[in-house]
């Protein structure tokens, strides 16, 4: 009862992208048995088991056998993941962007074919997709690959949220034909696991782009926490079971979420993966999405993200605001329920 009224008065973060409740113990006690086993030394570009176990997880994922010693290691698409437009400036690259709208925010393909060009050097997937929570189509990542391999255009695809997927099947790019050779998939523990502190990620490249991916690597963080790769090689063995419970779970949370905003008066776009909601503010009256988010904080007490934010054009995302779904059951009650009592159409 306590932990009840300490949430109905405190605020409601439906705004970051962080669970409320903890990673596997399995996990955890992997660390702590790599730290007592002395396990605390620098572990380079990926301490062997775990290069080991992310290549027979690729592997199980999507067919493609990949070396584990030597391949483990711009345009966008609109509204993205907010780092991309700061770690592409830091490169000196030219970003420019297609816009995903609503309701299903399907690629335009034609205006990827009239922005790819012989200039091009990259394109950034990131399926499924932050903020709008879109998988990409077989179709349109064909349309992808199939640019790339006319232009020469490589592709860095961020599959964070690859086990996070409902309705539709996730599908890695690199294992299309001709893509492997030019694709650099990247992922994480953090999202599937509930550990998002930890910053354990991974890339997967063949061999000749994952020398340039080291030599980068090596001058940034030259090793993350040994011990912690350690446990990664652990949670990377899990059975299929956790992943199974894992969408189930979310799948939960997810309906509570889209059905609640729907009954305070939102239009919603349910997400096919990611833990992300993106829903249309413009019921309530205020002018733009940042006006929203701020009466939300001080008026209604539960946070959420302004979609312009996610946007090189904010006029794209004034229209939307983001939830998220990565909290505890309650939690996501209490603050559909804060809602209602506050929010007038």
């Given at each position: 009862m306590e932990a009840l009224n300490n949430l109905k008065d405190g605020i409601i973060n439906l705004g970051r992208g962080f669970p409320n409740f903890d990673g596997p113990e399995f996990i955890k006690e992997a660390a702590i048995q790599a730290i007592r086993d002395g396990k605390n030394q620098y572990g380079s570009s990926g301490v062997p088991d775990l290069n080991i176990a992310i290549a027979d997880r690729f592997r199980k994922d999507t067919g493609l056998v990949i070396d584990p010693d030597n391949e483990v290691t711009?345009?966008?698409?609109?509204?993205?993941?907010?780092?991309?437009e700061g770690n592409l400036a830091m490169a000196g690259a030219k970003i420019v962007s297609i816009p995903l709208q609503p309701p299903d925010f399907a690629i335009s393909i034609e205006k990827l074919k009239s922005i790819v060009s012989r200039s091009t050097r990259a394109i950034v997937i990131n399926t499924p997709h932050n903020p709008t929570?879109?998988?990409?189509?077989?179709?349109e990542l064909n349309a992808i690959a199939s640019l790339c391999i006319e232009?020469?255009?490589?592709?860095?695809?961020d599959e964070v949220y690859h086990k996070l997927t409902f309705d539709l099947e996730h599908i890695s790019i690199a294992s299309l034909p001709g893509m492997f050779e030019r694709t650099v998939t990247m992922n994480s523990l953090a999202k599937t696991f509930?550990?998002?502190?930890?910053?354990?990620?991974?890339?997967?490249?063949?061999?000749?782009?994952?020398?340039g991916l080291r030599q980068a690597h090596s001058f940034?963080?030259?090793?993350?926490?040994?011990?912690?790769q350690c446990a990664a090689a652990v949670a990377l063995r899990a059975p299929e079971s956790y992943y199974v419970e894992l969408k189930r779970d979310y799948r939960a949370k997810r309906d509570i979420l889209v059905e609640g905003l729907k009954?305070?008066?939102?239009?919603?776009?349910?997400?096919?993966?990611?833990?992300?909601v993106l829903a249309d503010h413009t019921p309530f009256g205020l002018e733009n999405d940042v006006a929203f988010c701020e009466y939300m904080l001080k008026e209604v007490g539960v946070l959420a993200i302004p979609c312009s934010v996610f946007c090189?054009?904010?006029?794209?995302?004034?229209?939307?605001?983001?939830?998220?779904?990565?909290?505890?059951?309650e939690t996501l009650r209490v603050a559909v329920e804060r809602m209602k009592e506050k929010l007038r159409k």
């Open positions: 711009v345009i966008l698409f609109s509204p993205l993941y907010d780092y991309y929570g879109k998988i990409f189509s077989l179709q232009k020469d255009v490589l592709v860095f695809a509930n550990i998002t502190g930890w910053k354990i990620g991974w890339a997967i490249a063949p061999s000749h782009l994952t020398w940034i963080t030259f090793s993350n926490a040994t011990p912690l009954a305070v008066g939102f239009k919603v776009f349910p997400p096919d993966g990611t833990f992300f090189l054009n904010p006029e794209e995302g004034k229209n939307l605001v983001r939830f998220v779904f990565c909290k505890d059951d």
